[in-house]
């Protein structure tokens, strides 16, 4: 699971926030807090599967603050996004697009394709669908939109949550 969808976070949350989310989630589910040895089993892993979280929202979060005090043209910040997807850097790709200093379709496409290989698949679709309302007659962005659209299906399927949420656990794949 994506760690800032752990922390009920929206991607590119600032450090602070960050913070501040993993504390309140931390206080109610701490395994000191549970006086029954299921519940307290159970709490044991939601803190394990907060402090990776935790731990992965900061390093990222960090590595964005960096390059964000900059603000880059569009074509440039797309020109970028496009190099950095070549390299299967998707993070990267992000970053990068959250510099633009403006949006168009083609800006909405590329951010929705970079979160569809980071397997945000909500945020992929919203993405998609934007680039789709700039530009409706464009079936590139209808595609994204649909694919996006799909996994968004697949993934909210009850034994595929499970799945995906026993294999993060036992550090396998991720969703």
């Not at 998609?128 to 697949?154: H, I, M, Q, S, W």
């Amino acid at each position: 699971m994506n760690a800032y969808e752990t922390l009920g976070l929206k991607w590119g949350a600032t450090q602070d926030e960050v913070r501040a989310a993993y504390h309140a989630l931390a206080k109610n589910c701490h395994p000191d807090h549970c006086t029954e040895r299921g519940k307290q089993d159970a709490a044991q892993e939601q803190m394990i599967r907060l402090n990776l979280a935790y731990e992965e929202a900061m390093r990222t979060a960090s590595q964005r603050k960096v390059v964000q005090n900059t603000g880059l043209s569009l074509e440039e910040a797309k020109h970028l996004a496009v190099k950095m997807s070549g390299m299967k850097r998707w993070e990267s790709a992000l970053r990068y697009l959250d510099r633009a200093e403006s949006k168009d379709a083609e800006w909405y496409y590329l951010r929705g394709n970079a979160q569809m290989n980071l397997k945000e698949w909500g945020e992929a679709h919203r993405s998609f669908r934007e680039a789709v309302r700039l530009e409706p007659d464009n079936l590139t962005y209808r595609r994204g939109a649909f694919d996006a659209a799909c996994a968004v299906k697949k993934h909210n399927k009850p034994l595929r949550r499970c799945a995906d949420a026993l294999g993060a656990l036992l550090g396998g794949r991720k969703k």
